[in-house]
């Protein structure tokens, strides 16, 4: 088995947009049994009756394509994705809230990790975005407004700033309760911070970004490696 995780590509659908010209160069010439998307594919998306914005067109291509191949596609949205999964669901694209995979006798669980950011003005955001209300509002607003909305909402910054702290210590405390629980490793994106990190029974590992640290974790066989700007890091 050989399978490919990424976190946090957060694809713009500009022309220009160098992380979507990698990320469809990545995926057309490795040979990958699973491609698992940990959240915050798109930078700001939503699943109108038409589809998805045309300029996430490279990336849904690719990600068809790979479909063809026979290639599990997996999506975990992220915070970002707002109300794309309709779209890939109509592709062939499987959703899950997380996933757990066993790989050489570890237990797996990779996730986006903004569950672990329980501060009450992320979780009152983030129940918004996500509720009905909000949804129906997108609805009157319709594709140019909507996405207009959208790119507000998501902001200008998509690359690796300062981590906050509390982000970091918090994702950390989630992650010991998984392992409490009897996860091995646990894996994940949203704080664009790159770690491997031993915990009370197992490890963290924060997969940082794909926008401009090109991070990745790969499954190869019973091997765990993780893939980033300054080379190959086993796990």
């Known amino acids: 088995m050989r399978a490919l995780a ?12 160098p992380s979507q010209a990698a990320l469809v160069a ?3 010439r490795v040979e990958l049994d699973a491609l698992y998307l940990l959240g915050d594919l798109f930078h700001a998306g939503w699943a109108w009756p038409g589809g998805l914005r045309p300029g996430y067109a490279p990336t849904l291509h690719a990600l068809d394509r790979l479909i063809s191949r ?16 309709p779209a890939l669901l109509a592709q062939g694209v499987q959703v899950e809230t997380s996933l757990r ?31 009905p209300a909000f949804g129906a509002l997108m609805q009157v607003l319709g594709p140019t407004r909507g996405d207009a909305l959208l790119d507000r909402l998501a902001g200008a910054s998509r690359g690796h700033p300062a981590v906050p702290a509390r982000l970091i ?6 992650a010991q309760r998984q392992i409490d629980d009897g996860v091995d490793l646990v894996g994940l994106g ?4 790159i770690e491997r990190r031993a915990l009370r029974g197992g490890h963290l590992v924060c997969l ?13 066989g019973a ?12 796990l």
């Open 101 to 131: 995979l066993e790989v050489g006798g570890r237990r797996l669980l990779l996730a986006h990790g903004d569950e672990a950011d329980r501060s009450l003005g992320y979780r009152v955001l983030s129940a918004a975005l996500r509720g």
């Open 70 to 85: 026979g290639v599990r596609v997996v999506f975990v949205p992220g915070n970002h994705d707002f109300g794309v999964v």
């Open 223 to 234: 091997s765990l490696r993780l893939q980033g700007p300054w080379g190959s890091l086993s």
């Open 190 to 193: 949203h704080s664009h911070h």
């Open 208 to 220: 940082g970004d794909w926008v401009g640290q090109r991070c990745e974790l790969w499954i190869e």
């Open 6 to 17: 990424l976190s946090d590509a957060h694809i713009t659908g500009d022309p220009e947009d």
């Open 26 to 28: 990545l995926l057309g």
């Open 169 to 174: 210590a918090a994702q950390a405390a989630w």
